[in-house]
């Protein structure tokens, strides 16, 4: 069995398209069917159900996944070790971070990568937690820092130390800056540049706001943590995000800021994995890595 094809197959069954799968290998897709094709001739099994809207393992194709996954992370384990022998480990991890903590740790991440874990590789990517989710459970993600992540039998979580969400206005120049925590109340008066759901600050805002008899009041949905901030600055409402978000805006001396309090506002932050395949050890050494960065770079208090 070839262990190329094995991991074809892995990939467009956890994917469930070749096209995603191609996507994620950087193979042609032809090239990709054909490999997988292949192997099903190999072992006299059709694998995978073709259909318009995808592929989807077969029962013998559910089998050979189980225990492609164990034979795939045993070769990379038996590569770990080989690299051990020469003093470093190897292989690639794949990261995930939200966009706030992205602009805070990717720099100094990498920085502790390249200094403990040489010959290995590193690929972060932003996005949103539910997105990121579902990364790790189709396996193209290997570790990812989420917001408020749901519990599950398909990720394994690891508390970090929460974040406090503050609001965030413009600053006016000249003018007093307003002292003292604001009330979770006023806050929905005041109109909001807020990301669209599912984002977990949108949802922790709203559900928190519920719970006291109130709404938020949305003048704009916007997804990005810097267009937030611009259209801040630019007058057009107020934002409740991290402090992290707003030490890594351009400007931040634009920008105000006030805890917020009845009820304060922390959003839980957690290291996560995927629960259907064992971390490596170049995964496990990433894992200290990230949270010996975010203790050192990250303020989560206010």
């Known amino acids: 069995m070839d262990l190329k094809q094995l991991e074809y197959f892995v990939r467009v069954a956890e994917l469930g398209s070749f096209t995603r799968a191609a996507i994620a290998l950087d193979v042609a897709q032809p090239a990709l069917s054909r490999q997988v094709r292949l192997l099903e001739v190999e072992l006299r099994q059709t694998l995978l159900t073709r259909n318009g809207r995808g592929a989807t393992p077969t029962e013998a194709g559910q089998l050979l996944l189980a ?4 034979i795939l992370h045993q070769v990379e384990r038996a590569l770990e070790e080989l690299g051990r022998v020469r003093g470093s480990l190897a292989g ?3 990261v995930g971070l939200p966009t706030s903590l992205a602009r805070v740790l990717t720099v100094p991440l990498t920085r502790a990568f390249r200094q403990h874990l040489p010959d290995a590789s590193i690929s972060i990517s932003e996005g949103l937690s539910v997105a990121m989710r579902e990364s790790l459970i189709n396996g193209r993600l290997d570790i990812a820092v989420l917001y408020n992540p749901q519990p599950g039998n398909e990720i394994e979580i690891r508390p970090l130390p929460d974040e406090t969400l503050l609001l965030v206005q413009k600053r006016t120049p000249g003018m007093p800056e307003p002292e003292g925590p604001i009330a979770l109340q006023e806050i929905a008066q005041l109109p909001l540049v807020i990301p669209s759901r599912p ?3 949108r949802m922790q805002v709203e559900s928190e706001m519920a719970t006291i008899g109130c709404r938020p009041k949305i003048a704009l949905e916007i997804d990005g943590v810097s267009a937030i ?3 801040v600055v630019d007058g057009a409402g107020s934002a409740v995000l991290s402090r992290n978000a707003v030490a890594s805006y351009a ?4 920008l105000a800021v006030r805890p917020i309090h009845a ?3 922390k959003t839980r932050v957690a290291l996560a994995t995927s629960s259907l395949r064992p971390s490596t050890l170049t995964q496990q050494e990433t894992l200290t890595l990230i949270r010996q960065t975010m203790e050192a770079v990250c303020k989560t208090d206010v």
């Not at 225990?67 to 164990?70: E, N």
């Open 229 to 231: 901030l611009d259209l």
């Open 92 to 94: 690639h991890v794949a």
């Open 263 to 265: 009820p304060e506002l």
């Open 67 to 70: 225990h492609g996954r164990g």
């Open 199 to 201: 984002n977990a600050i």
């Open 251 to 254: 400007r931040p001396e634009e």
